[in-house]
């Protein structure tokens, strides 16, 4: 069974830094196809955040460009997310998943956790 358990969020004030990041068990980080985060703000929907593909493709989010970094450790089946100059919109829960199979079929979540951003 999969399960993705995400750490590294808290408080912090505006500009400061946080790095998250995603423990992934019961498959090797080898078998998905694509790992990303995403994050919902309150009354907001889920957006994505950033992603990075098996062949190490990213793709960010407009928002986050040249302040947020994804990136894995293979060896320790880890995603993290740095993320640097954060604002008070950064706020929000923040979710790691990976998807695998045809089409991305199989899709996993984490539970979340909160960053919250100090004006």
């Known amino acids: 069974q999969v399960q993705l358990v995400e750490s590294g969020g808290g408080l912090v004030q505006a500009g400061g830094s946080l790095r998250l990041s995603c423990a992934i068990s019961?498959?090797?980080?080898?078998?998905?196809?694509?790992m990303g985060w995403y994050r919902q703000a309150p009354e907001k929907q889920r957006e994505l955040v950033a992603t990075?593909?098996?062949?190490?493709?990213?793709n960010y989010a407009d928002s986050v460009k040249g302040r947020f970094t994804i990136s894995r450790d293979n060896a320790k089946n880890m995603v993290y997310l740095q993320m640097n100059s954060l604002k008070p919109e950064d706020t929000a829960v923040y979710y790691c998943?990976?998807?695998?199979?045809?089409?991305?079929?199989?899709?996993?979540w984490g539970q979340g956790t909160q960053v919250t951003v100090s004006s």
């Open positions: 998943n990976t998807k695998r199979g045809p089409w991305n079929y199989y899709d996993y």
């Open positions: 019961g498959r090797s980080i080898l078998s998905f196809n694509v």
């Open positions: 990075i593909t098996s062949g190490g493709t990213t």
